[in-house]
């Protein structure tokens, strides 16, 4: 009786060990999604659940829409955020993310594989199993890396947390929820009403 051939693996990090690159990450060959923060492999949460995408949707919908004509752009995962620190090159780059939204206004930044620099806006919806590495460990490369503004969803609460960049440091809002409109600063102009984000959930 003949087996299956076993999927060629080019190569695959150790996430338990190891510190590793962008060109790293541009060798592998796993079919599970994986992002890299300061060189440490940190895999994905299970598939988001049937809330995380509705949520998702409704905002992406209402970015792009209202993006219409002007020259930011909005992108959902999976895409390649690459955030370099003193180098663009692929071997010096060590945080790959891919946030759930992010809203880009420098067209500079975009290539083929995604985003090289800092997103204006990032948006970020909880997960089981991912509130550490969104609350602490994004938080730190997305606030050092010069990203305008983060938002936090948390989608069992129906809340959302605004941080804005201030002098290099992020200044949190109050915790936004059903009834509240939230204002960005990054993405002049756009509004985002909560009851239409977590109505009907």
Request: net charge negative.
């Amino acid at each position: 009786m003949e087996t299956q051939p076993e999927k060629n693996i080019a190569k695959e990090p150790d996430f338990a060990y190891g510190s590793y690159t962008y060109a790293d990450y541009l060798t592998w060959e796993i079919d599970e999604m994986v992002e890299l923060i300061r060189g440490k492999v940190f895999r994905q949460a299970a598939a988001p659940g049937v809330i995380h995408q509705r949520i998702s949707g409704k905002i992406f919908y209402s970015l792009y829409d209202f993006l219409k004509g002007k020259p930011c752009e909005v992108f959902s995962a999976p895409f390649d955020v690459r955030l370099p620190v003193a180098s663009k090159k692929n071997e010096d780059i060590d945080t790959v993310v891919q946030p759930d939204l992010c809203v880009v206004c420098d067209a500079g930044k975009i290539d083929e594989r995604g985003c090289l620099g800092a997103p204006d806006l990032i948006i970020e919806i909880l997960s089981p199993g991912n509130n550490r590495k969104d609350l602490k460990l994004k938080y730190d490369v997305y606030e050092a890396s010069g990203v305008k503004e983060y938002w936090v969803i948390h989608p069992d609460e129906r809340t959302l947390l605004v941080y804005s960049l201030n002098k290099r440091k992020y200044r949190a809002s109050r915790l936004f929820t059903l009834g509240d409109r939230v204002i960005s600063e990054a993405v002049p102009g756009f509004e985002l009403e909560l009851d239409h984000v977590f109505g009907g959930l």
